[in-house]
């Protein structure tokens, strides 16, 4: 089976620019959550969705948003990119909303100039 | 707000034992993760704890205790391969199914 994906796998932007990452979550699971990881540190939690719905969002800007599709796949979007967004941005999934364990996706890789 | 704390950095001879611990401060606790993270790579999943005591699975073990605020995971018969950040995280009632993370222990693993 496969496990979680997205895309792209890297991304280099421009400071300003809006992004877009997508993430398809192990069949089955309902539930999706973002990580942004900076280099040397710990993942830090951006945005859960279950059943297309926003169910928690970490201390980030509004110039990050997501949702989730009907098929559970999900998107992340980042506008006016300034350049400490540069990090590696993670999806997981997980079967519900609360007790599962988490299962992450390879990443993307983002630097902006 | 919740709060973890694991070593930076450590390391170990092959075919050794390292402990890495993990305090945590939380309110809700509803379970601690583990995750090995190699080098540009994604977290995998390790180690699931949420009632006292010790989970065996192999080389790694991980121990919990919920009025200590404590845990460590436990490599055995280290391989280079184990070179690698393992990520401590804890998910609390209050916040759904978020996992807060420490920032990691690099393990570097000598010959």
């Known amino acids: 089976d496969a496990g979680v994906t997205q895309s792209p796998t890297h991304l280099i932007k421009t400071r300003g620019q809006h992004v877009t990452l997508r993430c398809s979550p192990i069949s089955g699971h309902k539930s999706v959550s973002w990580y942004q990881q900076v280099l040397g540190q710990g993942p830090q939690f951006i945005f859960q969705?279950?059943?297309?719905?926003?169910?928690g969002r970490g201390n980030f800007p509004d110039r990050f948003s997501a949702r989730q599709f009907p098929n559970y796949s999900s998107e992340l979007n980042v506008n006016a990119l300034l350049l400490g967004d540069s990090a590696l941005y993670l999806c997981?999934?997980?079967?519900?909303?609360?007790?599962?364990?988490?299962?992450f996706g390879p990443g993307t890789r983002l630097l902006v100039l | 707000g919740q709060n973890i704390d694991q070593p930076t950095e450590m390391t170990a001879t092959e075919g050794a034992i390292v402990q890495i611990n993990c305090t945590y401060q939380t309110s809700g606790f509803n379970g601690l993760f583990w995750y090995q993270q190699h080098a540009g790579e994604a977290p995998t999943f390790l180690s699931y704890n949420v009632l006292d005591g010790l989970e065996e699975k192999g080389r790694f073990s991980s121990f919990l205790s919920r009025s200590k605020g404590y845990s460590y995971l436990l490599l055995k018969e280290l391989q280079m391969k184990d070179s690698a950040s393992y990520l401590c995280a804890v998910r609390s009632k209050a916040a759904g199914n978020k996992l807060t993370f420490g920032g990691g222990t690099r393990v570097l693993v000598k010959p």
């Open positions: 969705y279950y059943e297309k719905e926003e169910r």
């Open positions: 997981a999934s997980s079967l519900g909303q609360e007790k599962e364990t988490q299962y």
